[in-house]
């Protein structure tokens, strides 16, 4: 009886401990603290060293549960990583998840062979473990703090953490048996990195691909379609590792593929997935807090200091601006990625590696580790938003989206059922417009369900759901928010060829004679872009009018203020592709075919 009680309390501590950890989010989003820095403490505070006074030295378990958990956190991340976004920066991501976490080791590893007195096998150790970064942090702080990032500097970061920790890994793995073996040679080690990278990656398509064939061709109960795509992502994670591939990148780009495709019930999986990452992080902070002794931290505070400062102000910033030369990123953009180089849970997992096969310096490995990790969270996370206004790479967001229903369709995969509550000026309201691509289909008025020719007008405080596709439906918010006032657009754009955005398509189609549909000619040149684009409006954005092509030149408010007319004459001939846009279109190309998206 006595070993069933110890049971029940270690499942009693253990979530309480986990339910401390999701309180105390609430109160670190209100101070605006790193959460993982929250998730630390409290495991700190609940070890042999602190006030709960709990004795755990369970490396194992610890690995254990952080393999599943980076899993399921590389997993979701694919999951949300829409293809179309990171197309274009997939090279200058997938050179700083590969050159540039081998550069940021390289650069920390003297100033740890000095600073702790290591030879140079064990000082790269040291770099390796702090080399990746921990991007899913840096959106998490970004978007509690009310920002949201230009669309490229986004992208990369999305792209750049999902694949610099399998490479991180795979140099800790390397290192690791070099140090216990005591010899390697370079050939050894770039078919170990060839091998783990193109078996991942097969795995992973391979996974993705079946996982999507099952969704759609099995019919699963109700409710049970997000518990299989977690546990056929960690399928996919365990298959990988068994096949010595590597499994952190099988599972990202089973991720990628699955979120990129047609399925059923993609929203509750979405749903799922985010509370089973959040739980993730939650408890692996919890564990790896848990391992920490203060006392022995006292011991490497110092020199890990050291190391700590050198890698955020001299070896990221290194790296990223070496990387990112070739790409057309300007120089606040490559700051702001620098000093993004937030550290998490993947560091100090990575250094629980040396423990777990009992190198003769594993916890020096284990507390310099924590120790970067939490004056990164401090310095690096709580000025987040502030580096990020200051260099001009994030727009502070002026109203939080609007609250979004999703529903499933049962039988088909096209479309979903959208719904929003109106509000009296959003976009929806004050003009009447709805992207081309979605249906009104029923409003709900004061509890009475109507359809859309019986609720006009629609008036604010109704509810109002749309047919739309599911790759589309985010692009609703935008008519659904509380609509900025536009600015003027500058005198000095304004020409023959530029026009403003509050012309309308009538006015365009009798000056330059042109046809334009009857129902679209009271409508502005700025409606017609917010119709018939599937996403926000962007600088460069451009629809068809008839034989002209309507540029957009600048955007206010959300919506396309001056218009750009490239006329049939214009048109000039497109100019050769460089070697490199070549190669970038040929790499996209073949990822399309591949993963068949």
Same mark, same amino acid.
């Given at each position: $009886?006595?070993?069933l ?10 979530a309480?401990?986990?339910m ?6 609430l ?12 998730f @630390?403490?409290?495991?700190?505070l ?9 004795? !755990?030295? &369970? ?6 549960v ?7 956190i590389l997993?979701?991340g694919?999951?949300?990583?829409? /293809?179309?976004s990171?197309?274009a920066?997939?090279?200058?991501s997938m ?10 080791? $390289?650069?920390?590893?003297?100033i740890?062979r ?16 702090v080399a990746?970064t921990d991007?899913?942090?840096? !959106?998490l ?7 949201? #990032?230009r669309?490229?500097?986004?992208? =990369?970061?999305?792209?750049?953490s999902?694949? +610099?920790d399998?490479?991180?890994?795979f140099?800790?793995?390397m290192?690791v048996?070099?140090? %216990?073996v005591?010899? *390697? *040679?370079a050939w050894?080690v ?16 391979i ?8 969704? +759609?061709?099995?019919? @699963?109960?109700?409710?049970?379609h997000?518990?299989?795509?977690a546990?056929a992502?960690?399928?996919?994670f365990?298959g990988?590792q068994?096949?010595?591939? %590597? ?14 495709r047609?399925t ?9 997935l ?5 739980l993730a992080?939650?408890v692996m ?6 391992l920490?002794s ?9 020199p890990a ?5 050198v #890698?955020?102000?001299?070896a990221?910033?290194?790296a ?8 057309? !990123? +300007?120089w ?9 180089g937030?550290?998490g849970a993947v560091?100090?997992?990575?250094a ?13 490995y284990f507390?310099v580790a /924590? ?5 990164? @969270?401090?310095?690096?996370?709580w ?7 200051r260099?001009h790479?994030?727009?502070?967001r ?15 995969l ?5 719904g ?10 004050r003009?009447?417009?709805?992207? %081309?691509w ?6 709900i ?5 109507l ?15 749309l ?8 692009? #609703?918010?935008r ?6 006032p536009s600015?003027?657009? &500058?005198?000095?754009?304004l ?5 403003s955005?509050?012309?309308? @398509? ?9 046809a334009t549909?009857?129902? !679209?000619?009271?409508?502005t040149?700025?409606?017609?872009f &917010?119709?018939?684009?599937?996403h ?5 954005? =451009?629809?068809e009018?008839?034989s002209?092509?309507l ?9 396309v +203020?001056?218009v ?5 004459e214009e048109?000039?001939?497109?100019a ?12 996209s190309?073949l990822?399309e ?5």
């Amino acid at each position: $009886m006595a070993s069933l009680d110890s049971v029940s309390i270690a499942i009693l501590l253990g979530a309480a401990l986990v339910m401390a950890g999701i309180l105390s989010s609430l109160l670190a989003l209100r101070f605006g603290a790193p959460l993982l820095l929250v998730f @630390l403490l409290i495991g700190m505070l609940a070890g042999d060293s602190g006030p709960g006074q709990l004795r !755990f030295d &369970d490396v194992r378990t610890t690995y254990l549960v952080g393999s599943v958990a980076l899993a399921l956190i590389l997993f979701d991340g694919g999951l949300r990583t829409r /293809f179309q976004s990171i197309r274009a920066v997939l090279v200058p991501s997938m050179a700083l998840a590969t050159i540039g976490v081998l550069l940021t080791a $390289m650069i920390t590893a003297p100033i740890a062979r000095y600073a702790l007195d290591l030879n140079w096998t064990e000082a790269l150790l040291v770099g390796a473990v702090v080399a990746s970064t921990d991007a899913a942090a840096v !959106f998490l702080l970004v978007h509690a703090q009310g920002l949201r #990032l230009r669309p490229r500097v986004g992208a =990369t970061l999305e792209a750049e953490s999902g694949t +610099n920790d399998p490479f991180a890994v795979f140099l800790t793995l390397m290192l690791v048996e070099l140090i %216990s073996v005591g010899h *390697s *040679s370079a050939w050894h080690v770039a078919l170990e990195l060839g091998r783990e990278g193109v078996l991942g990656a097969i795995v992973g398509v391979i996974g993705g691909r079946l996982v999507v064939l099952a969704l +759609n061709r099995v019919a @699963l109960p109700q409710g049970l379609h997000a518990p299989f795509v977690a546990t056929a992502a960690l399928v996919i994670f365990g298959g990988a590792q068994i096949a010595h591939a %590597s499994g952190f990148l099988a599972v990202y780009l089973a991720g990628i593929i699955i979120g990129n495709r047609p399925t059923r019930a993609h929203n509750s999986v979405v749903t799922f997935l985010d509370a089973a990452t959040w739980l993730a992080q939650i408890v692996m902070f919890v564990l790896l807090g848990l391992l920490v002794s203060p006392q022995r931290l006292l011991a490497s505070i110092v020199p890990a200091v050291i190391v700590a400062l050198v #890698l955020m102000l001299v070896a990221r910033p290194i790296a990223v601006f070496l990387c990112l030369a070739p790409f057309r !990123f +300007n120089w606040r953009e490559k700051m702001f990625i620098a000093w993004t180089g937030l550290r998490g849970a993947v560091a100090i997992f990575l250094a629980s590696i040396p423990m777990l096969v009992g190198l003769s310096k594993a916890y020096l490995y284990f507390d310099v580790a /924590f120790v970067v990790v939490i004056i990164s @969270l401090l310095l690096q996370g709580w000025t987040l938003a502030a580096a990020a206004r200051r260099l001009h790479v994030a727009l502070p967001r002026a109203d939080r989206g609007p609250r979004r229903v999703e529903l499933d369709l049962p039988g088909q995969l096209e479309q979903q059922l959208v719904g929003y509550s109106v509000r009296s000026k959003s976009l929806f309201f004050r003009r009447g417009l709805v992207p %081309s691509w979605s249906k009104p289909t029923l409003v709900i008025r004061d509890q009475r369900i109507l359809s859309p020719a019986e609720a006009d007008p629609i008036a604010p405080g109704d509810y109002i759901y749309l047919l739309a596709p599911p790759e589309k439906a985010e692009a #609703l918010d935008r008519f659904f928010v509380d609509m900025q006032p536009s600015s003027a657009p &500058d005198p000095h754009l304004l020409g023959d060829f530029v026009v403003s955005g509050e012309i309308t @398509l009538g006015a365009i189609a009798n000056a330059y004679a042109i046809a334009t549909a009857p129902e !679209f000619a009271s409508l502005t040149l700025a409606d017609y872009f &917010d119709v018939h684009l599937d996403h926000a409006p962007k600088e460069g954005a =451009t629809l068809e009018l008839d034989s002209i092509v309507l540029v957009a030149r600048s955007i206010s408010g959300g919506r396309v +203020n001056v218009v750009g007319l490239r006329l049939p004459e214009e048109e000039e001939e497109a100019a050769p592709l460089t070697r490199l846009a070549s190669f970038k279109r040929k790499l996209s190309e073949l990822w399309e075919q591949v993963a068949g998206i």
